[in-house]
């Protein structure tokens, strides 16, 4: 088992005609092949004005909801340059794909407001914007993510980060831990999909032994995690939380890596999460070991 | 993209926003006049900083002058922006180096009834746009939050619809205006919100919005910024931008498209992705270092980003060590080698330079950095490398 993403999942890109695009299209549908062979994951793709042409073996739809006719997708990996980001997502969301993975980075925070809003009442999840995607290891990838680092294991992973998340993946790996799952949730102020709703999914996958969580400066999503791990989540709860060394009123590269007006600092979500018996890493090389420690705490 | 008060007044005032009658100056002879101009008893000379704090801070070459001094005379006026501008501002937000005054705003004085606090910001809670208002204007809202959280009244509104005139009249009579007021909040408060909305804002903060004695609000200090994001689609604002505000090597990495954030330690940091440079600056910390930087070198890394990297981490006079920590994923380790050794040929490091390498690629980039036949400090993992980084300081 896994969250998010099974065996059933079809992928498509949106923009897969752009050089981004093309690339991690072709790195997914390679990953999917080794670990899957014979099987179809990723399907295709969509660019407006190119339909009906064909990119490396991937067919080319104008629409979202041509490629999910032809095509049966139900996820879509989207790399549409940031103007145009939330038009695709939203493309995405009314053409009834289920699980939506934005990889772009730079979408004005107004134009995620609005995504939000008009999402409301959809079905559809939201993954990103900003992030480096989600691995289900050896049964699909669906992002940016080197899929070797990621091994097959029982750790849930959530991040708002992409290296940092495959240095955790790979310090997992140095001592013999995978993932079930691990997710991306982006670096940005307004995001589709955040900590506490994949704590909950993690918490219901009966494969999922542990949870590794890694936060950084900006917002309070991380102190409302503490919160609900505390009251819900009896699995072992591992974190790291990037920044303890930024300065106040400066954006760190994420455009939601910002403490302001003094709160939204690594001090009080580090605070909070062990107030919520989550073991903290205090060193970024600590982050493996610190689910050891997190799991032999709860034996 | 952060804007001067009086550039965020003229914006504010082409929205229908009321803001003081004022005259922008660059000599002290066009503050004299402007004072004139606006003809009455009472004049405010308000220095033109990115920061806040200008009211109590003090000038470098004046101790004894204010960054913002009620005047009432032309020659008062002519005497204050003659020792503000050209001058160098120093208040509780610029840091001990301070901000050159370039400019000043004459301001008409207003009868003061009462101030209260007005911002609008992006929530990521409600996951939209809210507006912030409190009776406790002038003060530090921050400070407010903390120490009299109940005087915060919070308003999330419809990105699409803006802020409600119903919204606007609940926050009105909840900071306890009365009579024209009334009115006058409503009509200020949605414009605001539009205001926010159609520019693109990340912040709106009017601090104080004066209560007039005639019971007409008015835009005290006005705070604005713009998202960096939605830029693209504002290109009538750029020119509002003024660079001397930024830090010189944080506008050119940026031009370069790369992340910085200049900090006051001597170890450089040089990575990939945002999470992992915050993550390096942490580890150096927590084995006793300081970080000179946040540098995210983003996905791409070529030679040419990874050069120019170099130079602006090196044109940091502090920096007395470098730590280059790549995680390579998708981006090969070898090619970031090919671009590191590029790059040190190019620009000639010479301070003790500790590279932590892994993932894709990591034995045959190994291989490289060992046979370059150049002094690089090979860290074996992130604890490693950032000990040995520490270390080379004392060598």
């Given at each position: 088992?896994?969250?998010?993403?099974?065996?059933?999942?079809?992928?498509?890109?949106?923009?897969?005609?752009?050089?981004?695009?093309?690339?991690?299209s072709?790195?997914?549908r390679?990953?999917?092949?080794?670990?899957?062979?014979?099987?179809?994951?990723?399907?295709?793709?969509?660019?407006?004005?190119?339909?009906?042409?064909?990119?490396?073996g991937?067919?080319?739809?104008?629409?979202?909801?041509?490629?999910?006719?032809?095509?049966?997708?139900?996820?879509?990996?989207?790399?549409?340059?940031?103007?145009?980001a939330?038009?695709?997502?939203?493309?995405?969301?009314?053409?009834?794909?289920?699980?939506?993975?934005?990889?772009?980075?730079?979408?004005?925070?107004?134009?995620?407001?609005?995504?939000?809003?008009?999402?409301?009442?959809?079905?559809s999840?939201?993954?990103?914007?900003?992030?480096p995607?989600i691995?289900?290891?050896g049964?699909?990838?669906?992002?940016?993510?080197?899929?070797?680092?990621?091994?097959?294991?029982?750790?849930?992973?959530?991040?708002?980060?992409?290296?940092?998340?495959?240095?955790?993946?790979?310090?997992?790996?140095?001592?013999?831990?995978?993932?079930?799952?691990?997710?991306?949730?982006?670096?940005?102020?307004?995001?589709?999909?955040?900590?506490?709703?994949?704590?909950?999914?993690?918490e219901?996958?009966?494969?999922?032994?542990?949870?590794?969580?890694?936060g950084?400066?900006?917002?309070?999503?991380?102190?409302?995690?503490a919160?609900?791990?505390?009251?819900?989540?009896?699995?072992?709860?591992?974190?790291?939380?990037?920044?303890?060394?930024?300065?106040?009123?400066?954006?760190?590269?994420?455009?939601?890596?910002?403490?302001?007006?003094?709160?939204?600092?690594?001090?009080?979500?580090?605070?909070?999460?062990?107030?919520?018996?989550?073991v903290?890493?205090?060193?970024?090389?600590?982050?493996?070991?610190?689910?050891?420690?997190?799991?032999?705490?709860r034996? | 993209?952060k804007?001067?008060?009086?550039?965020?007044?003229?914006?504010?005032?082409?929205?229908?926003?009321?803001?003081?009658?004022?005259v922008?100056?660059?000599?002290?002879?066009?503050a004299?006049?402007?004072?004139?101009?606006?003809?009455?008893?009472?004049?405010?000379?308000k220095?033109?900083?990115?920061a806040?704090?200008?009211?109590?801070?003090t000038?470098?070459?004046?101790?004894?002058?204010?960054?913002?001094?009620?005047?009432?005379?032309?020659?008062a006026?002519?005497?204050?922006?003659a020792?503000?501008?050209?001058?160098?501002?120093?208040?509780?937000?610029?840091?001990?180096?301070?901000?050159?005054?370039?400019?000043?705003?004459?301001?008409e004085?207003?009868?003061?009834?009462?101030?209260?606090?007005?911002?609008?910001?992006?929530d990521?809670?409600?996951?939209?746009?809210?507006?912030?208002?409190?009776?406790?204007?002038?003060?530090?809202?921050?400070?407010?939050?903390?120490?009299?959280?109940?005087?915060?009244?919070?308003?999330?509104?419809?990105?699409?619809?803006?802020?409600?005139?119903?919204?606007?009249?609940?926050?009105?009579?909840?900071?306890?205006?009365?009579?024209?007021?009334?009115?006058?909040?409503?009509?200020?408060?949605?414009?605001?919100?539009?205001?926010?909305?159609?520019?693109?804002c990340?912040?709106?903060?009017?601090?104080?919005?004066?209560?007039?004695?005639?019971?007409?609000?008015?835009?005290?200090?006005?705070?604005?910024?713009?998202?960096?994001?939605?830029?693209?689609?504002?290109?009538?604002?750029?020119?509002?931008?003024?660079?001397?505000?930024?830090?010189?090597?944080?506008?050119?990495?940026?031009?370069?498209?790369?992340?910085?954030?200049?900090?006051?330690?001597?170890?450089?940091?040089?990575?990939?992705?945002?999470?992992?440079?915050?993550?390096?600056?942490?580890?150096?910390?927590?084995?006793g270092?300081?970080?000179?930087?946040?540098?995210?070198?983003?996905?791409?890394?070529?030679?040419?980003?990874?050069?120019?990297?170099?130079?602006?981490?090196?044109?940091?006079?502090?920096?007395?060590?470098?730590?280059?920590?790549?995680?390579?994923?998708?981006?090969?380790?070898?090619?970031?080698?090919?671009?590191?050794?590029t790059?040190?040929?190019?620009?000639?490091?010479k301070?003790?330079?500790?590279?932590?390498?892994?993932?894709?690629?990591?034995?045959?980039?190994?291989?490289?950095l060992?046979?370059?036949?150049?002094p690089?400090?090979?860290?074996?993992?992130?604890?490693?490398?950032?000990?040995?980084?520490?270390?080379?300081?004392?060598?």
């Amino acid at each position: 088992m896994s969250i998010l993403v099974d065996k059933n999942t079809k992928i498509i890109c949106q923009g897969i005609t752009g050089k981004s695009g093309l690339f991690h299209s072709q790195q997914c549908r390679a990953y999917a092949k080794e670990h899957r062979p014979g099987e179809d994951v990723f399907v295709g793709g969509c660019t407006p004005g190119k339909g009906g042409t064909e990119i490396d073996g991937f067919p080319v739809f104008n629409t979202v909801e041509q490629a999910v006719q032809k095509t049966g997708a139900n996820c879509s990996l989207i790399f549409v340059p940031p103007p145009f980001a939330a038009d695709a997502i939203l493309e995405a969301a009314d053409a009834g794909i289920g699980l939506i993975v934005c990889i772009t980075e730079g979408i004005p925070v107004l134009d995620m407001a609005r995504v939000k809003r008009a999402m409301v009442k959809s079905t559809s999840r939201l993954i990103g914007p900003n992030c480096p995607g989600i691995i289900t290891p050896g049964v699909a990838k669906i992002g940016i993510m080197p899929g070797y680092i990621h091994k097959i294991g029982s750790v849930g992973l959530i991040s708002k980060s992409g290296t940092l998340t495959y240095e955790a993946s790979w310090q997992l790996g140095n001592i013999g831990m995978g993932q079930t799952t691990a997710v991306g949730i982006g670096g940005d102020p307004i995001i589709g999909t955040t900590y506490i709703e994949l704590l909950a999914m993690f918490e219901a996958d009966p494969k999922t032994e542990s949870i590794l969580m890694i936060g950084e400066i900006g917002g309070n999503a991380e102190i409302q995690a503490a919160e609900y791990i505390k009251s819900h989540v009896t699995k072992p709860v591992a974190a790291f939380i990037a920044g303890a060394t930024a300065p106040p009123g400066k954006r760190m590269g994420h455009a939601g890596a910002i403490i302001s007006g003094g709160s939204g600092t690594a001090a009080e979500k580090q605070a909070a999460l062990e107030a919520a018996g989550v073991v903290v890493a205090q060193s970024p090389a600590d982050m493996g070991t610190a689910v050891k420690k997190a799991i032999e705490k709860r034996k | 993209m952060k804007i001067h008060e009086y550039q965020a007044k003229q914006l504010l005032s082409a929205a229908g926003v009321k803001v003081p009658r004022n005259v922008v100056a660059k000599t002290a002879a066009e503050a004299a006049e402007g004072y004139t101009k606006l003809g009455g008893e009472i004049a405010v000379v308000k220095s033109q900083i990115h920061a806040g704090g200008r009211g109590k801070g003090t000038f470098k070459q004046h101790p004894e002058q204010r960054g913002v001094v009620l005047v009432k005379s032309a020659d008062a006026a002519k005497d204050n922006a003659a020792r503000m501008l050209g001058s160098t501002l120093v208040t509780i937000q610029t840091g001990p180096e301070g901000k050159l005054v370039s400019t000043v705003l004459i301001e008409e004085g207003l009868k003061i009834a009462r101030e209260l606090y007005l911002g609008v910001v992006v929530d990521r809670e409600s996951g939209g746009p809210i507006l912030i208002a409190s009776t406790e204007g002038g003060m530090d809202i921050e400070v407010v939050a903390h120490k009299t959280p109940e005087k915060i009244l919070r308003e999330p509104f419809d990105v699409e619809a803006g802020l409600r005139p119903f919204q606007a009249r609940n926050i009105a009579y909840r900071l306890g205006l009365e009579g024209p007021s009334i009115r006058a909040a409503e009509k200020m408060l949605t414009q605001l919100s539009k205001f926010f909305i159609d520019h693109d804002c990340s912040m709106v903060e009017i601090n104080p919005l004066v209560v007039t004695a005639e019971g007409d609000l008015v835009v005290g200090d006005a705070k604005v910024a713009f998202d960096d994001n939605a830029m693209f689609r504002h290109q009538d604002l750029l020119p509002f931008r003024d660079l001397s505000e930024e830090e010189p090597m944080e506008v050119q990495a940026q031009a370069s498209g790369l992340s910085y954030v200049k900090l006051d330690g001597n170890i450089g940091c040089l990575v990939n992705g945002a999470g992992l440079a915050m993550s390096t600056m942490d580890i150096i910390k927590y084995h006793g270092g300081f970080p000179a930087n946040f540098l995210d070198v983003g996905g791409g890394a070529n030679v040419d980003q990874v050069t120019e990297a170099f130079r602006i981490i090196l044109a940091d006079p502090n920096v007395k060590a470098v730590l280059v920590n790549i995680f390579g994923g998708i981006m090969k380790c070898d090619t970031i080698v090919t671009a590191l050794l590029t790059a040190y040929d190019k620009i000639g490091i010479k301070v003790p330079l500790v590279v932590r390498l892994e993932g894709t690629n990591v034995d045959l980039a190994r291989k490289m950095l060992a046979e370059s036949g150049k002094p690089i400090i090979v860290g074996t993992d992130l604890t490693d490398a950032a000990q040995k980084a520490v270390k080379s300081l004392g060598a």
